[in-house]
């Protein structure tokens, strides 16, 4: 596709439920990150891929949270005994290279109940 | 610690006025800098950049202003539309990580 794509766009758990939220980045993108964005706030980094490494992974907020990208397309992030505060949405985004700018897609809106 | 700040939480303009976003960010080391424009129920959109070595990059409507000693961004949209009532983040980078601002709502009146 011409755009990053996330699937599902809504995903509603239960608390203690693991969830798998899928990216697909543009084609022939290098870098692929994740942000979660809470209501009202801005995007925060969760974690970086550059192909299939996962350079940086500092802004994941716990252990339950692990991402992918094994063939260094696309990407899962996972989030295991999802808690009600991991409700947000949760953005991924490729860009070519590290340094230039990112392509977002649409965005996966989780809510934990 | 927001290392990106976005002052005003809303704004309105007029159509045909300028709209003037602002930013501030205190890391002196990010080196590239955004602006995403965001519409309900969607991912943002990149609409500009600038690199830490200009002072000045416009494109169509939208010009960046970067401000380097006073740490300072601003978006400049020239005549403002209606449809450019969206929130807008700013974005700064420094090695793998992007920092979001926590974004500005424009209104445009028409």
């Known amino acids: 596709g011409a755009g990053v794509s996330q699937s599902p766009r809504y995903k509603v758990a239960k608390r203690g439920q693991d969830v798998a939220l899928r990216c697909d980045p543009i084609?022939?993108?290098?870098?692929l990150f994740w942000y979660q964005q809470a209501l009202g706030q801005g995007p925060e980094f969760l974690t970086y891929f550059q192909n299939e490494a996962q350079l940086d992974k500092s802004g994941l907020p716990s252990d339950r949270f692990f991402a992918e990208r094994p063939e260094g397309s696309v990407s899962t992030l996972k989030i295991q005994r999802t808690q009600q505060e991991d409700s947000a949405v949760y953005l991924c985004?490729?860009?070519?290279?590290?340094?230039?700018?990112?392509?977002f897609g649409q965005g996966t809106r989780l809510t934990v109940v | 610690d927001q290392q990106v700040k976005q002052n005003s939480p809303s704004l309105s303009v007029q159509e045909g006025r300028i709209s003037i976003l602002n930013c501030d960010y205190t890391?002196?080391?990010?080196?590239?800098f955004l602006w995403y424009k965001k519409y309900p129920a969607e991912g943002p959109t990149f609409l500009i950049s600038?690199?830490?070595?200009?002072d000045k990059n416009e494109d169509g409507r939208f010009t960046v202003f970067l401000n380097k000693s006073a740490k300072h961004l601003s978006l400049h949209i020239v005549p403002s539309q209606p449809g450019d009532s969206a929130v807008y983040f700013c974005a700064a980078s420094v090695g793998n990580q992007f920092y979001f601002g926590t974004g500005t709502s424009l209104t445009v009146i028409p």
């Open positions: 084609s022939g993108h290098v870098s």
């Open positions: 890391n002196s080391m990010f080196d590239y």
């Open positions: 600038i690199s830490s070595i200009k």
């Open positions: 985004a490729s860009s070519f290279r590290r340094d230039t700018e990112a392509f």
